[in-house]
């Protein structure tokens, strides 16, 4: 036979099947194989890359994943600074407030009988229900906290933080925002508006005129300035959503204010929506990079796949090969508990677009 | 052979070719086909169905469909009064506003080389592209508008029928934006921070610390309100995403103050996303019911199509049957310019919550 | 602002609604949008370029086509030579054998109870319905059929064209088969085992154990020396499975045995099934340039869209625009009744491939 | 609160992080989450029950899972018997063999050039490639081999066990093929006019006129015989395609000639395509049931994933719990070396089915 062709020089390693493999050493073997087995693989070495990098990890999180299992898995990721700042979709931090609370969502079939359940007063999320009475109160719970508050604009960051705090305090149990509380790590909602939360928000305002006042512009600067302070970062995305298109604006509109920022290093999506139709939920990687939204050379992987399937696979990977990074690893130190938040020490402007007119190192 | 089944009752009807058929007479004989044709004809009765009937027709856009083509399709749909409130995503608008501008989007190929794109400041959306150098010009005419404005808090539906305003009066060019601001017709963009929009008002606040204030919470109640003070509504929804629950929650939070109110009565739905990943873009209609989103005696119709296929022959087939519907309807009447809106002369209010207790007649 | 960007060439132009377009309208109009839209509008021109071009076009179906209402559009491409040879799937052959015969399949809703279905003995494809009674009556019908040829092995080719022909005879009814027939267009069906009319065969078998013998063999053969007879050839895919590739076999294996083959010169596909899996039915045409399959410098549409939607639209469009060019075409000539067949009077074989040395013109 | 809904019994576990897990008890932790990570978790419990039961398992596999990298674990599935009867595509059993004989598939790109490709004649599927320079000498080697036979009809079955006797004899390497002919399973392949397994034997053809007899409609007499003499099944699809209407039609054909028979017992798929094209491949389990494919108190679950994710895990978690039932598992034994095979020593025509009469004990 003649010579090898160039674009022939690593073969596939068939998978081997044995039952006491773990997460990492199933993800291994599968570096060797085809389509999504083999990007899900890719994930877990580029999580590790981003890790052993000095960039600041941004998480995006749409889809059910809180009420679908997932709420512990983001917990944990963000309780060992796997990530660095979180962005979220309204109902993924809902529902985690819901079980925060003690309260549950319940397993039964997609082929449910929702006239039955309406008549029962129980939503449905495709295979899984939750109680709307408890999620009446939860709406109450919220917009009792919220009426607390000192009457003025907060960004979905700071409020989330105050929101994390109180429900640390109320309960004692984990989850995503007290994990994030807990760890100083930022969330911002930018579609708060567009969920329960926000809903919340709403009945605050009903009791009080001046109660709910949530900047979301605010959340668009201090997210941009986040980049500005710290121009070397990776975006993570579960799903899709605004939560994606949010990272990538961070880093976009940083940019104008900012030459030394350019593009995420490292872009890791799980999705299950597809670019043909033009949705951001499903644009590739690839063409972040024609708007700058990520870096022409960044390290990228996209998986195709559930992240009920990917994302347990996944963490208990990271769990197994990640903690002497992490222990390595220094992440960004942020303070959330004012007006103004900081990021290793610099003030995070609301208001203002941090400018640094500097040729980047 | 035995008595038919009363499961056998309708055949399938063959589509026969004739080439001057017009969009209304193709989506008759779609009637009587499977799959999506079927559905999308049914999409076609029922969008008429509700422009016969007293309700007020929400209708919500999600994806690249102003930058791929169907903004002026949207416009039409408004100023025609198919449809009497917009819940949009920000990009939508933001597209609309570039053209509307006198800019383009451009064709191009879905394979192309982001990294001589990246190189030459040009977007992709798919196969579509765009100047980054008028995107950055379009912010600036955000920034400088936003910035002239009364600081103070205003609900996206203020700030947008403001924004349209400003475009007739400097383009007198057509699109989205305008067609509602000349029709009245509301517009809210609940993820409006998750968008160039909200870019182009975060540099205004870069310039002015009081500018850029918007208040989504009151968007929130402005939507109910708009649901209890007519409690019949329907629901349309172009490829899911944020405007899709925005729409959903209206009538959920309507219904926590009005008894009147009991979800939505029609619900139409153009989604390429799937119901069996949990995510709220794909879910179903059924799902929608156990929620109380929509009435479950709605009627309803989800058509799986990329919408860039199903909404002109929709559209134009609307344009030979609706006529005379359209002339016959009654649509509520908005008034927009200022701080509260209101419906058919009632105040609309954005600050707390009709209450409505008397029994549904 | 600075010089036009060599890739900012051709805007979008924004779709304008009319009630009076025709479908070519429509499709006309959607070349200058975005997504699937474009690519149906650029799938008209494309069928088009292939029938003024002298070229053997090849058509694959697969999905559920015919008992969803396409297949008397599938006999209107045959009769009129919009397409000259068929691969199909096999259900696809029978549910229109089904209906020529004058039964029907039967409108239902996807949510049926399939229990009570099966009690009733009604077979369900999505949201239509079949009665199983009928069916059998079809399968002995073809049992029957099969029973009276002479006891030898057929092609599907051959066998589906004497079939065909029965078909004509006992109704003088329209349907693919019928129109086949009578057009002297062959079809191909290489997974027939994998459906209702292998079960047939399979029937005549149990009566006669020298029954239902089929060449698929043959059919590789023959479908090759089709290509090796007339080396420009045309791909029209439908739904992908085994009849998007079959078709793409006969060229690669044609190209064994002439050099003057060299994969398809256009290539067209409607599919619902996406690339990222790794599966043939939603490979990109791309992907089957490496492969020969298409020439490198093939042209080719690729649409995503459910057939139900897009082949109604597209056939009524070439109904307007094509007439001129079909009537130019001059269509390969197909003798098919017997044993052997023949394409413009020179012998196509079953046993062998066609050597041809020479070097293409 | 009031009373618990009969609605909410199960609460979702949300998952937890461990490193050391083994693919079983990640899927343990899956049980108690939602969406398809649910349902992949159902599927591995599924499997075990059908293991438990005396039910001949038929495992189906579309897809390019054996150029993905999947075949050694289908290999060793069929060594296992985990499953007793395989349908596949050529393709798999094609590449299988490729690798078989000792050359490779290899890692490339999605986006690599495939004019490039073309021109080193490197065939792509996906992100994997192969040498068309070895696909041609394998159909060289393929055709050599079924000249040698005795030129007559063989069943898929018989020639694939055929096949897999001279593969084994020739590499003594593992593989599908091979793992099948070892422990006398049989394979059936209805689309192998389809593949490059019958462009081999088209080419044996070529050589010998007589060679290269496939009767398929003898493995449809087969495959309904075997469920006839054992009408306890199941079936275990991956990817859909020929193979899962084959196995469906299998026992749809068997109950023609049994009363015994009434559908499949269990069933379980895992595939990406979806329900409401209408395509066989997506269509869900219930809608099999109408058909009396599936008896209407089987067991079922249906996950949408890739196979090269979910596969891996499933077959690791099986290797930790399955060991113990398949010690006590008494697989079916066949004989497939002669023109006619037997099951539990009786014998399973191909020229007639067996037809009982009896009602079911």
Known sequence: MKKKSRF???????????????????????????FQGRNLAAAHRLWRRMLEDDVTIFLGMA????????????????????????????????????????????????????AALADEQIDRVYDTLASEEEFIQNDNWIADFAATLEPRPYTTREFLYQLGGHLWTTTHSDGILVAAYRANVPIFCPAIADSSIGMGLSQARHKNPRAGQIDIIGDI????????????????????????????????????????????????????????????????????????KLSTDSAKVSVQSDATIALPLLACALANTAPPILARRKPPVFTLASHVMTI???????????EVNESPV
Chains 1, 2, 3, 4 share one sequence.
């Open 8 to 34: 022939l020089q690593t073969p596939v390693v068939p998978f081997t099947v044995e039952g006491d493999l773990t997460a990492d050493q199933i993800l291994a073997r599968m570096e060797r194989i085809s």
């Open 63 to 114: 889809g059910a994943l809180s009420a679908g299992g997932l709420r512990l898995i983001v917990a944990h990721l963000i309780a060992n600074r796997y990530v660095d700042c979180l962005v979220s979709t309204g109902a993924n931090l809902y529902h985690d407030l819901h079980e925060t609370r003690g309260q549950h969502h319940f397993l039964a079939s997609p082929h449910a009988d929702d």
């Open 221 to 292: 600067v201090e997210s941009a300035n986040i980049v500005i302070r710290r121009p070397r970062t990776a975006s993570i995305v579960l799903g899709g959503g605004t939560p994606k298109n949010f990272i990538n604006q961070a880093s976009v509109q940083a940019e104008f204010y900012s030459s030394q920022v350019g593009g995420h290093r490292y872009a890791l999506q799980i999705v299950t929506d597809v670019p043909h139709f033009g949705g951001a939920s499903g644009s590739s990687l690839e063409e972040a990079q024609s708007w700058g």
């Open 344 to 354: 290793e020490g610099q003030t995070v402007f609301r208001d203002r677009f941090e």
